[in-house]
């Protein structure tokens, strides 16, 4: 018995040993040919890439320049000894931006919408993109010149806010929303006819509808001004721009012609500016990446159209005009929509981000022009809004000052005289009494628009005093 345990235990022993190195080989070979791999795909760290390593270095160290908290620096910026420098914020200069002008004037004309630029900082590792230099060099793309997967994460993207009824509709890619405007006015005029298209808003109406209209000079439509001196017009081939909210003064407005073709210019309908009490459902709407997620420069807009024929003519005119979006613009389209996508009803919201900045800047705005009889601002009134759930307290992205005194007749005079560029109320078909200051734009311009609108509040205000901290 003993002799038999003794000869049979080198047996075990190897057969033992053999199992264990068939083991080891496998895991090794599995290491080698498939962990790396999965790694590259799903995460990998720097040391793991290949040709993407200089492009994520150099993106890493550019996006690390501080420039005192004022400014950025970019990969494409103006460089000094080769390398980047900073791109300071209004009335910040220096080689860091740490160094404050004086009398320097407080700069809220534009609608650049930097105020979600902290939400994509707080982001930085979902929010990056990086391409090959091989990426879409053809002019097509899966569907013509536009993506399917960003279409489908558009109108996915819809269905969770909840702001448009897309089902049934075509959707088109513009450079921008203003591509798109005068596309859908080209698309929606008769053809060959002896009566051109009259073209019209409500004031007050943004400008590039006016502006757009007359530049191309088309003939078969004619810019014809307000909707107000038509309402009691028998005419009925106008096409009737509505913005909602409207831009400037932030209000919902639908359409007040009938019989009219109706553009929907939704550009702002998202909940960080507006309360979304119900889905919008028009025959051609239009939107912009621009207010969706703050990527202006991408320029990149979209229209959904009913109508099959006005689809097809707004494409012909896209064709003819820009040969379709940019591939780059789209790739990176998608990766803001499932960015903003997976963080939807989360403590990482876009849109609660957004809406919280914008409220409490409103808030601040009103206080001060509150404490003054000299100026006023639009009534704008808390609204139960289906996003949120919940009656929400506005938040626009732009106050609509008016100048109440009668030697104030200038409203943007009177603030620039104050050191505050604004856009004046005739821009917008209005009178000068009116001017526009946008919400939009970073923390320091914001923070310099309150400086230079105190005194101008209180020199004509008996309580100056009361005037606190805003």
């Known amino acids: 018995m003993r002799e038999q345990l003794i000869r049979e235990t080198p047996a075990k022993v190897y057969l033992v040993l053999f199992s264990l190195s068939f083991l080891l080989n496998i895991f090794f070979f599995y290491q080698h040919f498939f962990s790396r791999h999965l790694s590259l795909r799903i995460g990998s760290t720097v040391s793991d890439l290949s040709w993407t390593r200089h492009a994520a270095e150099e993106a890493e160290a550019v996006a690390a320049i501080s420039c005192s908290s004022h400014g950025r620096a970019y990969v494409d910026g103006v460089l000094d000894n080769g390398q980047p420098t900073c791109q300071c914020n209004t009335c910040y200069t220096g080689t860091d931006c740490s160094v404050l ?71 088109v890619f513009g450079t921008g929303s203003t591509q798109l405007l005068n596309a859908l006015v080209y698309a929606l005029s008769p053809e060959n006819s002896s009566s051109p298209a009259s073209v019209v808003a409500t004031i007050p109406y943004y400008s590039m509808y006016k502006g757009q209209t007359e530049l191309f000079n088309g003939r078969d439509y004619e810019w014809e001004g307000a909707t107000a001196k038509w309402r009691n017009s028998n005419k009925t081939n106008f096409i009737e721009f509505v913005t909602s909210p409207n831009n400037p003064d932030c209000l919902l407005y639908d359409s007040v012609l009938g019989g009219s073709s109706v553009i929907y210019d939704h ?92 409220r409490k800047r409103w808030q601040r705005l009103q206080a ?103």
Not at 122 to 146: C, E, I, N, P
Not at 407 to 426: F, Q
């Open 101 to 171: 002008l004086s009398n320097c004037s407080a700069d809220v004309e534009s609608g650049d919408p930097l105020f979600l630029e902290p939400y994509w900082m707080q982001h930085a590792a979902k929010g990056a993109v990086v391409l090959s230099g091989w990426h879409r060099m053809s002019y097509a793309t899966t569907d013509g010149f536009k993506s399917l997967e960003l279409e489908e994460n558009i109108r996915r993207l819809h269905t969770a806010v909840g702001n448009a009824i897309t089902h049934g509709k075509h959707l």
């Open 267 to 358: 550009a702002y309908f998202w909940p960080h500016f507006t309360a979304i009490p119900e889905p919008a459902d028009g025959d051609v709407m239009i939107f912009t990446v621009s207010k969706l997620s703050g990527h202006a420069g991408s320029r990149f807009g979209w229209a959904f159209i009913k109508d099959e024929n006005v689809y097809n003519k707004v494409s012909n005119y896209l064709y003819y005009n820009s040969i379709g979006s940019s591939q780059d613009t789209q790739s990176r389209l998608l990766n803001y929509v499932k960015v903003i996508l997976a963080e939807i009803d989360s403590n990482s919201d876009i849109f609660e981000f957004g809406f919280n900045k914008l």
């Open 368 to 470: 001060l022009v509150n404490s003054s009889s000299r100026f006023s601002l639009q009534q704008l009134s808390p609204q139960y809004c289906i996003y949120f759930k919940k009656i929400r307290d506005p938040s626009p992205a732009y106050a609509w000052l008016k100048c109440e005194n009668e030697e104030d007749a200038d409203c943007a005079e009177v603030l620039m005289k104050g050191g505050i560029i604004s856009r004046c109320g005739t821009k917008f078909g209005a009178s000068t009494q009116y001017t526009r200051l946008s919400l939009l734009m970073t923390d320091d311009h914001f923070e310099m628009l309150l400086q230079k609108l105190k005194p101008l509040v209180a020199c004509s205000d008996e309580n100056s005093s009361e005037i606190s901290s805003f």
